[in-house]
């Protein structure tokens, strides 16, 4: 299993500091910033970062206004996550990476895709929604979070994050929503507003780099024809099914993604 490291990432020119999980080591091809989504941090991604091979070099940063991240007062709109993941990379001095969007994490890694190429040797979308707007329980979502005030009730994050889980182990589900309890309510309000507003359908346009589509075909919130649309806007593009898993297919089988992270990177150098 791969060590995990922690570190910060001082962003500066007014933008937050951001905590970073980091494992592998650096090698000849670019390296993975793994995207994480709504209401989650780093964690969301432990499991594959320890089963990740040394020979892939990964980072997990958490995005403004989550887990231990800076939450300042704006700033919560998809192409504002992307501008935090640029200086981010900047930050760090990585050239081009492999950006691999988680859920919702998936529309930030992809508008930075589609408008930096320079920046992006390939795209992963790990359960990522093509729209949100249409998906059925999103409204009845909205109705809650808006009423929600700090702190956020722990019942109301549990059951989120387990309407997400499929075979996930009890202990990780609880660090989940431990994580998620750390976003105080607006920003549980304002970044599900920026994904309700923002033409998703657009972020999908311009992306020229090769692409992964990860998709469970159990997952309760998206659904085949959904994941057409990602496929359909994106000329250098494929799919890969995961029978039997649901929406957050890196917590079900985190060893199989990190073997096709692998793998797809691999390619990537030729």
């Given at each position: 299993?791969?060590a995990?490291?922690?570190?910060r990432?001082?962003?500066?020119?007014?933008?937050?500091?951001?905590?970073?999980?980091?494992?592998?080591?650096?090698?000849?091809?670019?390296?993975?910033?793994?995207?994480?989504?709504?209401?989650?941090?780093?964690?969301?991604?432990?499991?594959?970062?320890?089963?990740?091979?040394?020979a892939?070099?990964?980072?997990?940063?958490?995005?403004?206004g989550?887990?231990?991240?800076?939450?300042?007062?704006?700033?919560?709109?998809?192409?504002?996550?992307?501008d935090?993941?640029?200086a981010?990379?900047?930050?760090?001095?990585?050239?081009?990476?492999?950006?691999?969007?988680?859920?919702?994490?998936?529309?930030?890694?992809?508008?930075?895709?589609?408008?930096?190429?320079?920046?992006?040797?390939?795209l992963v979308?790990?359960?990522?929604?093509?729209?949100?707007?249409?998906?059925?329980?999103?409204?009845?979502?909205?109705?809650?979070?808006?009423?929600?005030?700090?702190?956020?009730?722990?019942?109301?994050?549990?059951?989120?994050?387990?309407?997400?889980?499929?075979?996930?182990?009890?202990?990780?589900?609880?660090?989940?929503?431990?994580?998620?309890?750390?976003?105080?309510?607006?920003?549980?309000?304002?970044?599900l507003?920026?994904?309700?507003?923002?033409?998703?359908a657009?972020?999908?346009?311009?992306?020229?780099?090769?692409?992964?589509?990860?998709?469970?075909?159990?997952?309760?919130?998206?659904?085949?024809?959904?994941?057409?649309?990602?496929?359909?806007?994106?000329?250098?593009?494929r799919?890969?099914?995961?029978?039997?898993?649901?929406?957050?297919v890196?917590?079900?089988?985190?060893?199989?993604?990190?073997?096709?992270l692998?793998?797809?990177?691999?390619?990537?150098?030729?």
């Open positions: 299993m791969a995990v490291a922690v570190h990432a001082v962003l500066g020119d007014g933008r937050p500091t951001l905590p970073y999980a980091e494992a592998g080591r650096p090698g000849s091809g670019p390296p993975l910033v793994l995207v994480h989504g709504y209401a989650d941090s780093w964690w969301t991604f432990e499991p594959m970062l320890r089963a990740m091979p040394s892939l070099h990964a980072y997990a940063p958490t995005q403004r989550h887990g231990d991240a800076d939450k300042p007062a704006e700033g919560y709109l998809p192409e504002d996550f992307a935090d993941l640029v981010f990379l900047d930050h760090l001095g990585i050239e081009r990476a492999v950006l691999v969007g988680g859920s919702s994490g998936g529309v930030q890694a992809r508008i930075v895709a589609g408008r930096r190429p320079d920046r992006v040797a390939g979308l790990l359960g990522v929604p093509a729209l949100l707007a249409d998906k059925p329980g999103v409204t009845g979502l909205w109705e809650t979070v808006q009423a929600l005030r700090d702190p956020v009730d722990r019942a109301f994050a549990a059951e989120f994050t387990r309407g997400l889980a499929g075979r996930v182990a009890p202990g990780f589900l609880e660090t989940v929503v431990d994580e998620s309890l750390k976003a105080p309510a607006r920003v549980w309000r304002e970044v507003r920026g994904l309700l507003e923002t033409d998703l657009a972020t999908l346009t311009g992306i020229l780099v090769p692409t992964l589509v990860v998709w469970g075909d159990r997952d309760p919130v998206l659904t085949r024809s959904d994941q057409q649309l990602i496929l359909d806007a994106i000329p250098d593009s799919l890969l099914v995961h029978e039997g898993a649901g929406h957050v890196y917590w079900e089988d985190p060893d199989r993604v990190a073997r096709e692998a793998a797809f990177t691999a390619a990537l150098r030729g």
